[in-house]
């Protein structure tokens, strides 16, 4: 079954600065990979996702993601953060199945 | 449009007591799922209905049915609460949207069985 690893808790990074969140995932075939994002007590939010086609993909918010194949990876980036984009950020990977797998999630504080 | 949404919002149950999540969503979505969040675990997935009056296990399904009423509801039902089914429960429902299905969440329901 495919999975994804979120290898960060918790990532701290001031206002105004880059931000990165990191996601690797395993699966077989082709990988649909999302982003998600959680503010205290809601739902969550489809931020991004990548299907196929152009590696960088843009999202809501600023947002945008990196597909690397050849490291399995779909990292999460802002150039410039902002104390709102705190909060607690899933990564996603669906197979050819309706079965999706989330990360266990990596809490994004930013400091003014 | 409402979305996705839940009902109740909070619920304490006493082990062994029995109750029914409910879900709507109003985006005429064909699939619909339950989620369950823990802490450290993300989300996992309870049950899910790629249609109406289909459903599907998902990854942690025992202690769980669920209901695909019609389309636009999909219920979560505990019949005999344990102290492990306290979580946070997530509804979502989905379109496909560019050749995938794009998940869209429910606020959620936050149950304490004790």
């Known amino acids: 079954a495919q999975s994804v690893a979120q290898p960060e808790d918790q990532v701290n990074v001031a206002e105004g600065n880059p931000l990165t969140v990191k996601c690797t995932y395993s699966?077989?075939?082709?990988?649909?990979l999302f982003w998600y994002v959680q503010y205290p007590n809601r739902g969550l939010q489809f931020l991004l996702k990548?299907?196929?086609?152009?590696?960088l993909v843009k999202g809501s918010y600023g947002f945008e993601a990196e597909f690397n194949k050849s490291q399995t990876s779909f990292h999460l980036k802002k150039p410039s953060a902002l104390v709102s984009d705190s909060a607690l950020y899933f990564c996603a990977v669906r197979d050819n199945n309706n079965d999706m797998r989330f990360g266990a999630g990596t809490r994004l504080t930013v400091k003014p | 449009n409402a979305g996705v949404t839940q009902t109740p919002k909070f619920q304490v149950l006493k082990t062994g007591q029995s109750m029914t999540l409910q879900c709507a969503q109003d985006m005429n979505h064909n699939s619909m799922y339950w989620y369950r969040q823990d802490p450290g675990m993300g989300l996992r997935l309870i049950y899910y209905?790629?249609?109406?009056?289909?459903?599907d296990k998902g990854e942690v399904p025992n202690g769980y049915n669920v209901s695909r009423l019609n389309k636009r509801e999909f219920s979560l039902r505990l019949e005999s609460a344990a102290p492990s089914q306290t979580s946070v429960y997530f509804c979502a429902s989905s379109v496909e949207e560019r050749g995938t299905d794009t998940q869209y969440f429910g606020p959620g329901t936050r149950l304490t069985v004790l």
């Open positions: 990548y299907i196929t086609g152009d590696n």
């Open positions: 699966v077989s075939g082709n990988p649909y």
């Open positions: 209905s790629a249609s109406e009056g289909t459903t």
